[in-house]
C-alpha cells in the first residue's frame, strides 16, 4: 500500500482529494492509498445524504465563519479542524478479500483500527454502531464509506486535542443517532485521545503495511473537483 502524508490548505481541496483519490485508482491508478491530513481551520462537513437544515446550526456557522461542506460518503456530520486528524483509505475491491460488501469491509477496517488504537493506547477499545471507536462509551472515531466496481473510499478522523465546545455551537444533536449515544450532548458523547498526530499515523501506517510513498498525485482532478463540485453552494445544499 501506498502512502500519503498530504495536507491541503483549504477545506474543499482537502474534501476533494479524496474523492480524486478513488476516482483515479478506479480509472487507472490502480493503487491501494492510505492518506493522512489535518485541518488547518474550522469547517463543517455533511454527510453524502444529510439535510443540512437537520443537522447544522447554519446561522451560528456564518456568525463564527465556519464554512459547510458536504462529502461524497454517506454516514454523519462532522465539525473538522485543528487538533482533529483524518485517515483515506483507498482499497481494492476483491471478491477474495474482506471487503466485498459494505458489512464486510466495514468489520474488516473497524477492526483493524480497533487493535491499533487498542494497542497504541494500551487500553480497551470499542466499535460501537457501525464505524465509531470508543472508550467508556465515550466517541474518539467517526468513519464513513463509498464503493464504486474495483476500489472503495473509506475514511474518517479521530479526536487527539479538537475544541469540543465548538461543536456544541456549530452542530445541531444528529438526526439519526447510534444507540449507545443515548441523545447526550456532543460534549458528553465525545472525547479527545490526547495523543500526538505522528503516533496515530504510525499505527495506520503498520496496520495497513503502508510503506512506500506515494510519489505523485492526480492534482488537476483534486482541483477541479474541489472548483466545481465542493466549493458550489449547489452541492452542500442539494438536500437543505
Wanted: proline residues 5%.
Amino acid at each position: 500500500m501506498k502512502y500519503l502524508d498530504l495536507s491541503f490548505p483549504t477545506p474543499a481541496l482537502n474534501v476533494a482529494c479524496d474523492e480524486a483519490l478513488l476516482d483515479w485508482s478506479e480509472e487507472g491508478g490502480d493503487c491501494e492509498i492510505l492518506r493522512v491530513w489535518e485541518p488547518n481551520q474550522h469547517f463543517v462537513v455533511l454527510g453524502y445524504a444529510n439535510q443540512a437544515s437537520l443537522e447544522v446550526k447554519r446561522d451560528r456557522c456564518r456568525e463564527m465563519h465556519i464554512p459547510i461542506l458536504r462529502r461524497c460518503s454517506g454516514g454523519g456530520t462532522v465539525l473538522q479542524g485543528p487538533g482533529c486528524l483524518n485517515y483515506t483509505l483507498i482499497l481494492r475491491v476483491d471478491a477474495s478479500r474482506p471487503v466485498s460488501t459494505i458489512a464486510e469491509a466495514n468489520a474488516h477496517i473497524m477492526g483493524a483500527h480497533q487493535r491499533a488504537l487498542a494497542s497504541l493506547l494500551n487500553k480497551e477499545v470499542a466499535i460501537e454502531g457501525h464505524t465509531d471507536l470508543a472508550i467508556g462509551g465515550r466517541k474518539f472515531s467517526g468513519n464513513a464509506q463509498r464503493r464504486k466496481r474495483r476500489f472503495l473510499l473509506f475514511h474518517g478522523s479521530f479526536l487527539l486535542d479538537f475544541d469540543l465546545s465548538l461543536i456544541e455551537h456549530a452542530l445541531l444533536l444528529p438526526s439519526k443517532q447510534p444507540v449507545y449515544r443515548r441523545n447526550r450532548s456532543h460534549l458528553e458523547f465525545l472525547m479527545n485521545l490526547k495523543l500526538p498526530a505522528d503516533a496515530i499515523k504510525r499505527a495506520l501506517r503498520s496496520a495497513w503495511s503502508a510503506n512506500e510513498t506515494l510519489d505523485r498525485t492526480p492534482t488537476a482532478l483534486i482541483e477541479q473537483m474541489a472548483k466545481e463540485k465542493y466549493s458550489q453552494v449547489e452541492w452542500t445544499f442539494r438536500f437543505p
